[in-house]
């Protein structure tokens, strides 16, 4: 929960709940001092008006007689004190009884404020009684209490402006913030969007130099981490190209001399052989006999290396490669896997092909697809195997997918070395190698080798080979 409501959050929001969170308590503060102020302030102002009241009143007793009776005194003296705010005044007779209704002095323009404000902000209301005496007898009283509903709707209004101001300016500090952070933290996002590119191996990412220094400064080692790769990964491929190409090199040296030197010997041996058996004719029975089946063990022993000999050239290097278009031999190899395994159906789909890519990509299309097929056919027990074969134009790129419904890779399991020597074959003609496998779900071997441009105008068409294909491909 803690993870989702706030380390799960970007750095934007968590400055910004902050930001919030530190003025929230400053407002509160805030508010809590303005109370106590105003709590203050309307007590000191209160007893403040009741004494002038006081003594006003009390001036005013003083000269009863002299110019009104002490009856119409009592009755002009609330008149009088009109000027004064925050009170509340009432008239009573030596009985006590009220001479007029008590008045409440102080402006009316400010709308009430809320009770619970004033119930944090008034102060304890006291009542102060001053006797009227006249001719040495007392002829009424004037009670004087303070009535601050005035001054706390006063200073209610005040604080609602100035937190209104307060609010308008915080929202728009926030709003400026979020603008500004998104500025500040935009390069980690960018950076966060290079790392990723990295990780996909794409070593050409380049981010823009941000202003803050210590961004900049993050942003310049990765640019030169970004160009390290991309230099590293250039000579890995330039070296990854010659060992292929010194390979393919040795490769077809040893199949030529398998071809030229071992397969003649070989032939001249068989014909030795059958030579030999042929002279046995004219010794005795018994001996002849002996040496026809020496003989014709000779010829056995010579054809099963010459049977070894045409694997090792098959396996070191197709001898048709580079002398038949590489859609010819593609068929050729399918049409084996269909005569070879009956209960699997192949279809290959090979459009728009050129004759040939050169040595090396013809060779690594042709490996990765005959160790596809024989992981298909020996592995996934699949019933059906689909290979595409494509060339893309404007990506220029030789596109190669083969996918079978056999029974898939399971969760874990470790890359066989077939699956490890076609990625390396395909990386280092610098294209990509993605083998997508879910149990009893197939697999899918997916291949993207870059090309140059077309060394003919050849082009193929498709070719479905079923597997109740008896008579194979035409060759």
Same mark, same amino acid.
């Given at each position: 929960?803690?993870?989702?409501?706030?380390?799960?959050?970007?750095?934007?929001?968590?400055?910004?709940?902050?930001?919030?969170?530190?003025?929230?308590?400053?407002?509160?503060?805030?508010?809590?001092?303005?109370?106590?102020?105003?709590?203050?302030?309307?007590?000191?102002?209160?007893?403040?008006?009741?004494?002038?009241?006081?003594?006003?009143?009390?001036?005013?007793?003083?000269?009863?007689?002299?110019?009104?009776?002490?009856?119409?005194?009592?009755?002009?003296?609330?008149?009088?004190?009109?000027?004064?705010?925050?009170?509340?005044?009432?008239?009573?007779?030596?009985?006590?009884?009220?001479?007029?209704?008590?008045?409440?002095?102080?402006?009316?323009?400010?709308?009430?404020?809320?009770?619970?404000?004033?119930?944090?902000?008034?102060?304890?209301?006291?009542?102060?009684?001053?006797?009227?005496?006249?001719?040495?007898?007392?002829?009424?009283?004037?009670?004087?209490?303070?009535?601050?509903?005035?001054?706390?709707?006063?200073?209610?209004?005040?604080?609602?402006?100035?937190?209104?101001?307060?609010?308008?300016?915080?929202?728009?500090?926030?709003?400026?913030?979020?603008?500004?952070?998104?500025?500040?933290?935009?390069?980690?996002?960018?950076?966060?969007?290079?790392?990723?590119?990295?990780?996909?191996?794409?070593?050409?990412?380049?981010?823009?130099?941000?202003?803050?220094?210590?961004?900049?400064?993050?942003?310049?080692?990765?640019?030169?981490?970004?160009?390290?790769?991309?230099?590293?990964?250039?000579?890995?491929?330039?070296?990854?190209?010659?060992?292929?190409?010194?390979?393919?090199?040795?490769?077809?040296?040893?199949?030529?001399?398998?071809?030229?030197?071992?397969?003649?010997?070989?032939?001249?041996?068989?014909?030795?052989?059958?030579?030999?058996?042929?002279?046995?004719?004219? $010794?005795? *029975?018994?001996?002849? &006999?002996?040496?026809? %089946? =020496? +003989? #014709?063990?000779?010829?056995? !022993?010579?054809?099963? @290396?010459?049977?070894?000999?045409?694997?090792?050239?098959?396996?070191?290097?197709?001898?048709?490669?580079?002398?038949?278009? $590489?859609? *010819?031999?593609?068929? &050729?190899?399918?049409? %084996? =896997? +269909? #005569?070879?395994?009956?209960? !699997?159906?192949?279809? @290959?789909?090979?459009?728009?092909?050129?004759?040939?890519?050169?040595?090396?990509?013809?060779?690594?299309?042709?490996?990765?697809?005959?160790?596809?097929?024989?992981?298909?056919?020996?592995?996934?027990?699949?019933?059906?195997?689909?290979?595409?074969?494509?060339?893309?134009?404007?990506?220029?790129?030789?596109?190669?997918?083969?996918?079978?419904?056999?029974?898939?890779?399971?969760?874990?399991?470790?890359?066989?070395?077939?699956?490890?020597?076609?990625?390396?074959?395909?990386?280092?003609?610098?294209?990509?190698?993605?083998?997508?496998?879910?149990?009893?779900?197939?697999?899918?071997?997916?291949?993207?080798?870059?090309?140059?441009?077309?060394?003919?105008?050849?082009?193929?068409?498709?070719?479905?080979?079923?597997?109740?294909?008896?008579?194979?491909?035409?060759?």
């Amino acid at each position: 929960m803690l993870h989702g409501l706030w380390y799960g959050r970007s750095i934007r929001l968590q400055l910004l709940i902050v930001l919030i969170l530190v003025d929230l308590l400053a407002a509160l503060l805030s508010g809590t001092i303005a109370i106590w102020r105003a709590r203050t302030q309307t007590s000191v102002e209160i007893a403040a008006s009741v004494h002038l009241a006081e003594l006003l009143v009390g001036d005013a007793a003083k000269y009863v007689g002299q110019q009104l009776s002490a009856e119409e005194f009592l009755r002009a003296l609330p008149t009088q004190l009109r000027s004064m705010r925050h009170l509340r005044i009432s008239v009573k007779d030596p009985a006590g009884m009220p001479v007029a209704p008590a008045l409440t002095f102080g402006a009316k323009e400010h709308a009430p404020a809320p009770a619970w404000f004033a119930a944090l902000v008034a102060p304890a209301v006291e009542s102060h009684d001053i006797p009227v005496i006249a001719a040495g007898r007392p002829v009424g009283q004037v009670e004087i209490a303070g009535e601050p509903a005035d001054e706390i709707a006063e200073v209610w209004e005040n604080l609602l402006a100035i937190g209104s101001v307060a609010v308008l300016l915080n929202i728009t500090m926030i709003g400026v913030l979020y603008v500004l952070f998104g500025r500040v933290l935009d390069p980690l996002t960018a950076l966060g969007a290079g790392l990723s590119d990295l990780q996909r191996q794409s070593y050409g990412v380049r981010l823009p130099q941000p202003y803050p220094r210590e961004l900049a400064v993050i942003v310049v080692r990765f640019n030169a981490l970004a160009r390290a790769l991309e230099t590293a990964r250039a000579e890995n491929l330039t070296l990854n190209r010659r060992l292929i190409s010194a390979q393919d090199d040795e490769r077809r040296r040893t199949a030529l001399e398998l071809h030229d030197e071992v397969g003649p010997c070989l032939f001249g041996l068989k014909v030795c052989a059958a030579s030999i058996a042929a002279a046995a004719a004219d $010794l005795p *029975d018994k001996a002849a &006999q002996k040496m026809s %089946e =020496r +003989a #014709r063990e000779i010829v056995t !022993t010579v054809e099963h @290396l010459q049977a070894i000999n045409r694997t090792m050239l098959e396996r070191l290097r197709p001898m048709a490669l580079g002398h038949v278009p $590489l859609k *010819d031999i593609l068929e &050729q190899l399918v049409g %084996e =896997r +269909a #005569r070879q395994t009956p209960q !699997t159906s192949f279809e @290959l789909r090979a459009q728009e092909l050129t004759p040939s890519y050169g040595d090396s990509i013809d060779l690594t299309v042709y490996r990765c697809i005959q160790e596809s097929l024989t992981n298909a056919i020996r592995h996934a027990q699949a019933k059906h195997v689909t290979i595409d074969i494509h060339e893309d134009g404007a990506a220029a790129l030789l596109k190669v997918m083969v996918q079978d419904d056999g029974r898939g890779i399971a969760v874990g399991a470790p890359a066989g070395l077939g699956i490890r020597g076609m990625q390396e074959r395909v990386e280092g003609l610098g294209g990509h190698y993605f083998l997508n496998s879910k149990t009893s779900h197939g697999t899918c071997v997916s291949i993207s080798i870059p090309i140059g441009e077309s060394e003919a105008s050849y082009r193929g068409g498709a070719r479905v080979i079923k597997k109740h294909d008896d008579q194979g491909p035409d060759h």
